[in-house]
């Protein structure tokens, strides 16, 4: 009986030894683990860089995260670098701002931009990257850089990969080995690895502004050719007007514009009576009552293009450019335009116009202002690029609404949207 009890224990006693060596082993495992993922943690946001983009005038035009490749080349999704004048970096790991140079290699059709950056990783900072196809609801790994934590997502495939967390644009994603999979793209879709991996193979030595990206593209826009006008539909009515031809880098440049939707939603930012309206500013779609507007083109601006026999007479369409203060090559905006409502002028006052500005109005001018009306003052100084051909009624009336100080309507009046009218 005594030897069958101590029996009893010995096996017990051996359970539970045999149950501490799993558990700590457990603990181990977990433990390595938790270090292995710290080590691709650290490593990986020190690989993580924030970029922030710039107009031609200075304003910021957005921010978006980039994933380092090489020791001076990052990458991020071309189409919200696209535009930019130039654009800054800041690491992730710490408050250093490095330089960009330009950009290095592009894939239009997958939506990458690989750019040269100020040298600052070794190449063990690098996280490799992994190619191998990703599968429904494969578990991948966001850095936040703000509070240090690792963010888990998973991917759901249909037509595109869509990320399941909301990510910043450009921000990378890690499988749980710390390798590279992809980085979010625009609408919450993933671009896979094996496209970073294509563009690293495409990189130069050498490198060119990032400003020439705006004139890349893959799209097949109309061509001027088909198109006999342009709807302007408002909150207040609707609006059409020709382009001329004999402005067409204008008239070519807002068919793109147009086509790529950029107009709809903006708001007719500046209202002078008797005079114009005006809109086309970036900054205006998103805007809030009190928030300034008027400062935002698509990141690029037009040389002038002064045509004799186009002159500011009533329902007339220029494109907008900035104080010269602001403008010393006196180029115009690359998307903003104003509508001449403009005011009937006596033969008296186009005289004075002549004799203070400088100006020479002809037969033809003289005859439009002092009938029809216009804008004489700003003949020769802007560029004229369509005309009304219905809807200056609706003009006149968003042309009368009360403004703010800053020429800006009380009560918003909106581009719902602008179409091209095909032949």
Request: with cysteine; glycine share 6%.
């Amino acid at each position: 009986m005594k030897l069958r009890v101590l029996n009893i224990i010995f096996v017990v006693v051996v359970l539970v030894c045999d149950a501490c060596q799993t558990d700590k082993a457990t603990q181990e495992g977990d433990s390595n683990k938790q270090t292995t993922r710290q080590t691709y943690y650290s490593r990986n946001l020190s690989a993580m860089a924030r970029i922030t983009t710039y107009d031609i005038y200075g304003a910021k035009i957005d921010g978006g995260n980039a994933v380092y490749i090489a020791p001076d080349i990052v990458v991020t999704p071309m189409s919200w670098v696209k535009g930019a004048l130039k654009a800054k970096l800041n690491a992730m790991d710490s408050n250093q701002a490095f330089n960009i140079f330009g950009y290095t290699a592009y894939d239009i059709d997958n939506d990458l931009v690989a750019l040269r950056v100020e040298r600052r990783l070794q190449n063990d900072k690098i996280p490799p990257i992994d190619t191998l196809p990703l599968s429904c609801n494969d578990t991948l790994y966001s850095l936040d850089y703000k509070s240090k934590k690792m963010l888990k997502t998973t991917l759901s495939i249909n037509e595109d990969m869509t990320i399941s967390t909301a990510l910043t644009i450009g921000t990378a994603l890690f499988d749980k080995d710390g390798n590279l999979r992809g980085v979010a793209g625009e609408n919450n879709h993933l671009i896979p690895s094996r496209y970073i991996s294509n563009i690293s193979q495409r990189i130069s030595d050498s490198h060119e502004n990032i400003y020439e990206l705006r004139l890349k593209t893959n799209k097949k826009y109309p061509s001027a050719s088909s198109i006999r006008g342009v709807l302007i539909e408002t909150t207040m009515g609707n609006i059409t007007m020709r382009l001329f031809d004999e402005t067409p880098e204008y008239r070519d440049n807002i068919i793109h514009l147009i086509y790529d939707h950029f107009y709809d939603s903006l708001l007719i930012h500046r209202v002078l009576p008797n005079y114009l309206i005006q809109t086309g500013a970036a900054d205006s779609k998103h805007a809030k009552n009190d928030d300034p507007v008027g400062w935002q083109g698509p990141g690029y601006t037009l040389p002038m293009h002064i045509v004799p026999g186009l002159f500011h007479k009533r329902g007339m369409v220029a494109s907008s450019k900035l104080p010269q203060d602001r403008n010393k090559n006196n180029r115009s905006d690359g998307s903003q335009f104003y509508i001449v409502s403009g005011r009937v002028f006596t033969e008296q006052e186009l005289n004075d116009i002549e004799k203070e500005y400088g100006k020479h109005f002809t037969e033809a001018q003289r005859r439009a202002y002092t009938t029809i009306g216009g804008a004489p003052y700003l003949d020769g100084d802007y560029t004229i690029f369509a005309e009304i051909t219905s809807g200056m009624d609706v003009v006149d009336k968003i042309a009368s609404q009360p403004v703010k100080a800053d020429d800006r309507p009380i009560n918003d009046i909106r581009v719902k949207q602008i179409t091209l009218l095909k032949k």
